[in-house]
């Protein structure tokens, strides 16, 4: 059972950058893949929770992207220290959510297309609010 934890939000201008951070613990001999998230409010909706980055597992990892972040968002891990990132660069207003860490048993590789599908993952965090204001 893995528990997954968000840090790094907050408020910044827009063409602003922000780090995410989502520590993992409970880690075996599993192998998993993981994707970050976000969810804006949609007005007289329910709220949409929006694919955004992926590794998808593997050595080297195959990571995948959501067409409005490619070129400024970056995700990465760092295996030793069990802590996924998301490097968010020229951040515009339309970034503004809740953004979730999730991991999925066994990761993506085999099952590609079915990153962005947020019932595919088995764990996720709390979320964590970024606030971009023009």
């Known amino acids: 059972h893995l528990e997954l934890a968000e840090f790094g939000g907050g408020s910044v201008q827009s063409g602003g950058s922000l780090r995410l951070s989502c520590t993992i613990s409970?880690?075996?001999?599993?192998?998993?893949?993981y994707g970050w998230f976000r969810r804006t409010p949609q007005k007289g909706r329910e709220p949409v929770r929006e694919a955004v980055s992926c590794d998808a597992g593997g050595d080297p990892p195959l990571k995948f992207y959501a067409e409005s972040v490619k070129g400024r968002f970056t995700i990465s891990r760092d295996k030793a220290k069990a802590v996924l990132y998301l490097e968010m660069t020229n951040l515009k207003p339309e970034d503004t959510a809740v953004y979730f860490c999730?991991?999925?048993?066994?990761?993506?590789?085999?099952?590609?297309?079915?990153?962005?599908?947020?019932?595919?993952?088995?764990?996720w965090g709390q979320g964590t609010q970024v606030n971009v204001s023009s």
């Open positions: 409970g880690l075996g001999p599993d192998s998993y893949g």
């Open positions: 999730a991991a999925k048993l066994g990761g993506f590789r085999r099952i590609r297309d079915r990153w962005t599908v947020p019932h595919e993952y088995d764990y």
